[in-house]
């Protein structure tokens, strides 16, 4: 949310310095955005431009972006990676048409990238994958240090270019604690405990650890993938493609019984939280249901996991979906 407040404010000093009018701001994202992009929108008055995804096209792309672009859009947010999937947007691509549009029709228009899950993820497992500063038009980057910089909740990062690209009339300057520091923030009184956790994990860690951590949760994550596919019963979604270490799957073929089943089942057989949902609009009848492997997952849980998936599926094969009085019975045991 910050860094789409940069760009608001960068795009109206660009049109103001021309006397041009700044009273119609747009932002550009995928539909497989996180929900702050909608928040933004609402909050800070700027037309959020949604790029409809489709039933086997869960990321966009530079074809997809390019209709909705005009002098009145303040960037376009790309995703690394998406909530749903854990693929990421084609970044390349759409560097490449923004730095032909600035070429053809002198419109600067920037890149911020929500690497809320992924930053923390592609430079260890995807090292020669470009999406960051190393593109001309990427201006910002935000990352959550709760997510795979493995930290606890909540720490998030946001970083710039070059100072250039943080607008000054955000910047505030106050002497109240003995010296002059600058500030850049939405919130206010906030512990700095977590801001410590991390540079301990970049200290403790380093590259090579963090490589090494993010590489077991990938083995895990195909691992579950493949004991999945095996089975006959799911199709495995861009297991082929860069991914964060999750696994989005679906049931394959017809049965009386949906993926929200076997996630409601899951959770009253055995604990397990494996959520199910729909994915977004044009895709909207999709339905997945999404593993996330973490670093606390173990190889001989995922086994586990495996079998409590196909014992969930023969139940419901035997008695079939989830009745809605089943769904609100309180739950006891060792998972809850």
């Keep these: 949310m910050l860094g789409a407040l940069s760009l608001k404010w960068k795009w109206r000093e660009r049109r103001q310095a021309v006397g ?90 920037p890149i911020h990238v929500d690497g809320a899950s992924g930053a923390f993820v592609w430079p260890f497992l995807y090292p020669d994958t470009k999406w960051d500063f190393r593109l001309e038009q990427v201006r910002s980057i935000n990352v959550s240090g709760h997510k795979y910089g493995l930290v606890y909740p909540g720490i998030g990062w946001l970083v710039f270019r070059e100072e250039a690209d943080l607008a000054k ?35 403790r860690l380093g590259r090579q650890g963090y490589t090494y951590i993010m590489k077991i949760m990938q083995e895990n994550a195909r691992a579950l993938a493949a004991n ?8 495995v979604i861009g297991a082929d493609l860069e991914q964060l270490p999750l696994v989005a799957f679906r049931l394959a073929g017809q049965h009386s019984y949906d993926e929200s089943d076997i996630a409601w089942q899951l959770s009253a057989e055995r604990g397990w939280m494996v959520p199910a949902y729909t994915l977004p609009p044009n895709a909207e009848n999709v339905k997945i249901l999404r593993a996330l492997v973490k ?32 769904r609100t019975q309180v739950k006891r045991g060792t998972g809850y």
């Design 20 to 109: 041009l009018s700044a009273d119609r701001p747009n932002l550009v994202f995928g539909g497989d955005f996180h929900v702050v992009w909608e928040k933004f929108c609402r909050y800070f008055d700027v037309e959020p431009r949604i790029v409809p995804l489709a039933e086997n096209k869960y990321t966009i792309g530079p074809e997809d972006v390019e209709p909705h672009l005009d002098e009145n859009t303040i960037g376009v947010v790309a995703v690394l990676s998406t909530t749903f999937t854990g693929h990421m947007d084609d970044v390349v691509g759409i560097d490449k048409l923004l730095r032909d549009i600035r070429k053809k029709r002198d419109l600067d228009i």
């Design 169 to 203: 009339d955000l910047v505030f300057y106050e002497n109240y604690l003995g010296k002059t520091d600058a500030t850049f923030t939405l919130n206010f009184s906030t512990g700095a405990s977590m801001v410590l956790a991390q540079y301990y994990n970049f200290v």
């Design 228 to 235: 999945l596919q095996s089975s006959g019963r799911f199709e």
């Design 295 to 326: 670093e606390t997952l173990s190889r001989e849980q995922i086994d586990r996991l495996t079998q409590d998936i196909a014992d969930a599926c023969r139940t419901l094969d035997d008695k079939g979906p989830a009745h809605s009085i089943e």
